[in-house]
């Protein structure tokens, strides 16, 4: 009952944006549509269903690309792509990050020293020349983009989660649980770790909004997902000429805008997720 109460409680805080529960709509709308892309989108993504660089209209909502491709349709597809991203590398980065830090946390000493100086060692390259090196080792693919981008973003997650554990050891339920006897695996898991969870959670909205950007710009320079799969970042490297830019505006802007509305969307929702975790901020 009581954990029901809190879960309201925070519920409660977070209706409270406004604009969060917008972004939150709009997210689950285009989640509802990407996994629904075969059935929602008119035309295969990659099929030539009209003429090169048509304008919207005769059958084509957003037109066609210079191929002949419905634009509207590899839109849809692309969001698929740009959210697997976001979701995939953020789930890998936060369960390295939030196993790594539970343990340097919790156990100090010797695993502390080796895990925050390999974290260190990792924080100190810059984060985009790491990405770009390793997308150039391991090669351009969907897949590939997932893994670097979930091992490269764990660091935080590990250092915020240590500094947590840090706190919480010195606890008196904690402190309890030991003296107990109870098993370390159960205290970190069922102890430490789920008062934990609110930061984690926040820093992970964040973490997802990167791994979105950072796909787009990895396909947009031709290192990320390759054509002719669609992704917000690849459909916008194809609008990067002059022509394009000036007299087929429909090429570019509607994936710029997803991937706005989309960073956007999870950013409130990451604030407002900060502020319903508060316990100073009031329900009314």
């Known amino acids: 009952m009581a954990g029901n ?10 209706k409270k944006h406004k604009l969060a529960m917008i972004s939150l709509c709009f997210l689950l709308l285009v989640i509802f549509v990407s996994l629904l892309a075969p059935l929602v989108a008119p035309y295969h993504p990659d099929r030539i269903t009209g003429d090169f660089g048509a304008p919207p209209g005769d059958g084509h909502l957003l037109g066609t690309d210079d191929v002949g491709r419905d634009v509207f349709s590899r839109l849809i597809y692309a969001c698929r ?15 390295i990050g939030v196993v790594l830090g539970l343990i340097s946390g919790f156990f100090g000493k010797i695993a502390d020293s080796i895990i925050m100086r390999f974290t260190d ?3 100190s390259f810059p984060y985009l020349l790491l990405v770009l090196v390793a997308a150039a080792i391991f090669g351009p693919s969907l897949m590939n983009i997932i893994l670097i981008l979930g091992f490269v973003n764990w660091p935080g997650v590990a250092r915020l989660v240590r500094g947590n554990v840090l706190s919480l050891r ?4 904690v402190q309890g649980a030991i003296v107990s ?8 898991f069922s102890e430490i770790l789920p008062n934990t969870v609110a930061p984690v959670l926040i820093h992970s909205s964040s ?10 710009a990895l396909s947009f320079l031709g290192m990320g997902v390759q054509t002719p799969t669609a992704s917000l970042g690849n459909m916008l490297g194809a609008a990067t000429s002059q022509a394009v830019l000036t007299d087929m505006p429909w090429l570019w802007i509607p994936p710029g805008i997803m991937i706005v509305l989309i960073v956007m969307s999870v950013n409130f929702i990451g604030d407002a997720i ?7 901020n009031p329900l009314i």
């Open 5 to 14: 109460s809190y879960l309201k409680a925070v519920w409660k805080r977070f």
């Open 81 to 95: 792509i740009s959210l697997t991203v976001g979701v995939l590398a953020t789930l890998i980065s936060t369960v």
């Open 121 to 123: 060692m990792v924080m």
């Open 170 to 173: 010195e606890r008196a339920f």
């Open 181 to 188: 006897g109870l098993p370390k695996p159960y205290i970190l």
């Open 207 to 216: 973490v997802m909004a990167f791994s979105i950007l950072d796909e787009a």
């Open 274 to 280: 900060r502020d319903a975790f508060d316990p100073t």
